[in-house]
Structures are given as C-alpha cells and as structure tokens.
C-alpha cells in the first residue's frame, strides 16, 4: 500500500506535484496516467526517498521508503531503463543488487529468468535494446520478490509480445495480493492493464476511481439520427439531451434500441441510426486538455514570423 | 501459484553495502584499466628514472638523494588514484545506475561509506605494491653503483606510504566526485589541485605562502610515500599525511552534506 498526504514538490519556481492524496490498494494493479510533465516520474521517485518533497509525504507500507528496513523487499522499482552502467552485464547488475540487500544470490537467476534474459545474462547492459534494458529494469524491480511494485512507463520501447507480457505478469502480481503502480502516458494501454486509475495533469489529481467508473463517466455513448424530419424527431426525443447539426441529431442518455422506437412511436423517418462510443483516449484528452504543459499550437502562415 | 518464490532473509547492513560496492568495482573494466594503470606508470618510472640516474647519483655531482628517486613513479601514480575515486561514482551518475543504487540502499551515506571503504583498501594494496616493485626495480640499479637502499625505515615507511596516500587521494577524488556528479568535472578538478595548484603555491611569498604551500593537499600528502622528498620546505611525512586526512576529511563531510539534500 502507498500513501500520500498533500505531497508537493517544487523545482525553483516550477511545481511538478501540487499537493496530491491518493492511495494505492494492494491486490490490483493501479494506472497512473497523465500527459508528459504531468509529474508522475517526480511522484514515483518521491515514494522512493530519491527526491525529497518539497512539503507531505508519502509512505509505504505505513513507514517512509528511506526507513525500511529491507529496501528491496518492500518495494521494487523500474524508473528508468538507464539506471544501469552500461559495462555491467545483466547478471553482474542483479547480482550487486541482491548483495546489497542481502537476498538469496539464486533470485539472481530466478528473475533472469522471468523475464527471459537468461541468454543474454553475461552480455553488458550497454549493448541491449531498449526493450532488453525495460526486463533487465523489471527483474531489478522483482529481485526482492517485493509487496509493492512501482514500474515509471514499463512498456515503453517494448514490441508487442513484451507488452502483452508486461500485461499479464502486472495481472499476476496483483493477483497475488501485491501493490502494482505503473504510469504511462498512453490511455489505451492503462484501460487494458488496470483495474484502478489515478489521473494526474500539472500535478493534481484530476481522476481517481476504478476503471469501470472512468469508462461509464468519461466514455459516455451517443446515438446518431440521421432523419429528413429533424424537427419532428427532435420532438419525439424531447426528453433526452440533444444537439442537432442539420439532419443530423446527436442524442445522449438513451441508447439505439430506446431512440429507434420513439421515432418509431412518433412516425418519424430514420436514414440512419448509429451508436457513437467516445474512446477512453478522447475521454482522457478531454479530461487533462487544460492540464497539458507543452501544447503544440498550429499558426496561420499570416501568423508565422518572417 | 506464485511467480516469485518468497523468501526470508535477514535487513541488509554497513556489510552487504561493502560486499555490493566491491562487487561494483571488481565488474567494470574501468577499474581494472586504472590498476594496470597505477602498477605500471608506478613501478615502471621508478625503475626507468633509476636506471638512467643511477650513475649521476653515483657521482659526485649529485646533489639530490637517492632516497627521492625509489619511488620517483608514485609521483605519478595518484592521477590513477583520482580516476578510479572519481569514476566510482560519476559513472553511477552519468549513467543513471544511481537511481539504482540508492533505491536499493536508501541509506545514502552509507553507499558513501562503503565505496570509500573499498576504494581505500584496494588502492592502500595496489600502492603499496606497486611502490614496492618500484622499489625492487630501481633499487636494481642503484645496488649496481653501490648507492642501494636497505628497505627498512624511511624507505619502508614510503612503501606502505604510497599506498597511504594513494587511498586517501581515492577518497578525496570520490568525494570530489559525489559533490560535482560529473567524471571531467571531478578528475579535472582534482588533477588541478593535487598536481597544478599544489605545485604553484610556493609561488606565494612570505610565511604566509610558506605555509599555504606546506598545507597544500599536493604537497602535504606526498611526503608520507618517499623516503627524502626533493622538497625540503615540506612538512614531515607523519604529519603531512595527518594534514592531508584532514583535508580529505572535510571534503568527505561536505560531499555528505550536500547528499543528504540533495535529489537524485
């Protein structure tokens, strides 16, 4: 379990995290979602004791990171796919990592193996891929066989495969009762992997709820009507919310089958009728619009300096 | 079923933070590039500046010791010192492997400690060692113009000396290093201090330069790793070596200080 209490961290005059409260429950595996710059990276290595918070605090399992007794097992961490000498090998990473917490030496291969970098154990860790650095990352990250796994972006550089394994290896240590934190920027990869969602933009919270409450509040359907009567049709569909653009109406709180038979009822003709579903990634856009911090803005040639 | 095996084990300690620097150290090629380094530039010059100044020592012309050349190639040596202190941690920096490092012992001094611990006994061995080599090569060539040095008092004092100032010099680079997190920064830095600073300081004058150039960590370090130093305005050994442990002291508290602060 991860706890924060109105955690702030200031860099000079820029905030990165403004104050934020969450926790993260064991037992699922929680999204942290935010654009770039949204501060999760800041938020990830503040539960880590690597940067101090400016104000709050955050702990684990009840006790700040930096007082635990046994770093490794209580929490393991991917923050950052570099944070390795590149004239290390993958096995001499791991194993002055379980030195330094005094874990069994065979986790060492027990982790190699998990995520299948057995083959490449003696070769350095300058030479991989980025994929190949993300599971040298996460078997770092799995070595103390830890309660509380935070992983910063896992599946970033990763092929398809290595996502899909990124995926149901998050699933299983939920399953087995762990805390699992993973950030991304990326919507569509959080709906598929997480249970709970926390939404940051600019260092606040802007949503923190499961992911079956963020579907059903944020990716509301729509019915489409495509009718040569928009007027009588807009009648018959007086008690839902309604936007019309021409011959086209826009009908939101009823679904396809509800909107068919009330113009059905009325005798009005129907061209077409569609059931629009907004996308998780347009909800999450919508949601941290204001919250984004380098907007890329279109300028009219008139407008471009010469 | 579980995908990890659960194990208990005993809370990690001052110990595993050694074993683990240790390993660190030992699994990079730059630190074994840099004891090559120190053994050859070490032993090798002392033996060469021996055998081409053996004779003039010999004559009576000299009017320098013999004592000042035994272990004329530790002189060099220390700028492989500096190396390995600085990279044992700017690289972690520069690579981001601190991140690492203390994610896994949150501890920070104590990862400060360990590496200084190791990095001062390997350095102590390799310098002492190589001071002896030294000694066995150029005193060869000394024996052969009757001015040899029996290897007891002060030259056995510069024997372990060297690997004396060698360790300390190592620890002061790191901590350098700690403080600046930057290998060019840290090596250039202390290069510029030891070897051009020091080296400028009698410069000064007075007895108020007299002192600043007794004090100098180039210059007060140095006297413990050579029987007769060519400088005689210097310190004695025993009590440069003190001045320099001192020096290093500071620098270590700072660099400390400034990591308990600081984020990474």
């Known amino acids: 379990m991860i706890e924060a209490h109105s955690l702030t961290k200031h860099y000079g005059d820029a905030v990165a995290v403004a104050g934020i409260d969450m926790v993260v429950e064991p037992g699922r595996v929680t999204g942290f979602l935010g654009p770039n710059g949204a501060g999760k990276s800041t938020t990830m290595r503040m539960i880590l004791g690597l940067d101090r918070p400016t104000s ?6 009840g006790r700040r990171y930096v007082d635990s007794p046994a770093p490794l097992r209580e929490v393991g961490a991917l923050l950052d796919a570099h944070a390795v000498h590149p004239g290390r090998t993958a096995r001499q990473h791991l194993r002055q990592l379980a030195t330094s917490n005094r874990l069994d030496p065979r986790r060492v291969d027990e982790v190699l193996d998990l995520v299948g970098l057995t083959e490449v154990a003696d070769k350095r860790a300058g030479k991989f891929s980025l994929g190949m650095g993300q599971r040298l990352g996460i078997a770092a990250a799995l070595i103390g066989d830890p309660a509380v796994v935070v992983l910063d972006e896992p599946v970033n550089g990763l092929d398809p495969e290595g996502i899909r394994w990124v995926r149901s290896l998050a699933r299983r240590l939920a399953d087995e009762g762990r805390t699992v934190f993973i950030s991304s920027h990326l919507m569509s990869e ?16 802007l949503a923190d709820c499961s992911m079956d409450r963020f579907m059903a509040e944020h990716a509301a359907s729509s ?30 709180g009823l679904d396809a089958a509800q909107v068919g038979d009330l113009l059905f009822i009325a005798g009005v003709r129907v061209h077409e009728l569609t059931t629009r579903r907004a996308s998780l990634e347009d909800a999450f856009m919508t949601l941290t619009a204001d919250a984004v911090q380098f907007h890329a803005t279109a300028r009219t040639p008139e407008e471009v300096p010469a | ?117 190791v990095l001062a006994v390997v350095l102590f061995l390799v310098g002492t060692v190589t001071a002896l080599i030294g000694y066995v090569g150029g005193n060869h060539f000394l024996d052969r113009h009757g001015i040899g040095l029996a290897l007891e008092g002060d030259v056995l004092r510069a024997m372990y000396g060297s690997g004396l100032y060698l360790a300390a010099l190592g620890v002061m680079s790191l901590a350098v290093g700690f403080i600046v997190r930057h290998t060019a920064a840290a090596i250039s830095l202390m290069l510029a201090l030891i070897f051009v600073v020091s080296g400028m300081s009698p410069l000064i004058p007075g007895r108020v330069g007299d002192w600043i150039e007794k004090l100098m960590p180039g210059n007060a370090g140095p006297s413990i790793a050579t029987p007769v130093d060519f400088n005689p305005n210097l310190l004695d050994a025993w009590t440069g070596y003190g ?12 660099a400390w200080a400034l990591l308990r602060r600081r984020d990474v």
């Open chain 1, 56 to 61: 709050g605090r955050v702990t684990v399992n």
């Open chain 1, 190 to 205: 959080m709906a598929l992997m997480a249970d709970h969602l926390v939404v940051i933009g600019r260092g606040r919270i």
């Open chain 1, 223 to 252: 019915v489409v009507v495509r009718t040569p009567e928009p007027g009588a049709a807009a009648a018959a569909l007086r008690e839902a919310e309604l936007e019309r653009e021409g011959d086209v109406l826009v009908v939101r």
């Open chain 2, 1 to 117: 079923m579980s995908i990890l095996t659960l194990t208990e084990s005993p809370s990690p300690g001052w110990l595993d933070a050694v074993r683990a620097e240790h390993q660190k150290m030992f699994s990079v090629r730059s630190t074994w590039w840099t004891l090559v380094a120190i053994v050859v530039l070490g032993a090798g010059l002392t033996t060469l500046i021996c055998a081409t100044s053996a004779e003039w020592l010999a004559s009576a012309e000299a009017d320098e010791a013999p004592g000042s050349f035994i272990t004329w190639g530790m002189m060099i040596a220390p700028v492989g010192a500096v190396v390995l202190g600085a990279l044992a941690i700017t690289t972690e920096y520069g690579s981001g492997q601190i991140r690492s490092t203390f994610a896994t012992t949150p501890a920070r001094g104590r990862v400060l400690a360990a590496k200084a611990l």
């Open chain 2, 243 to 254: 001045v320099f442990l001192a020096e290093t002291a500071i620098v270590v508290a700072v």
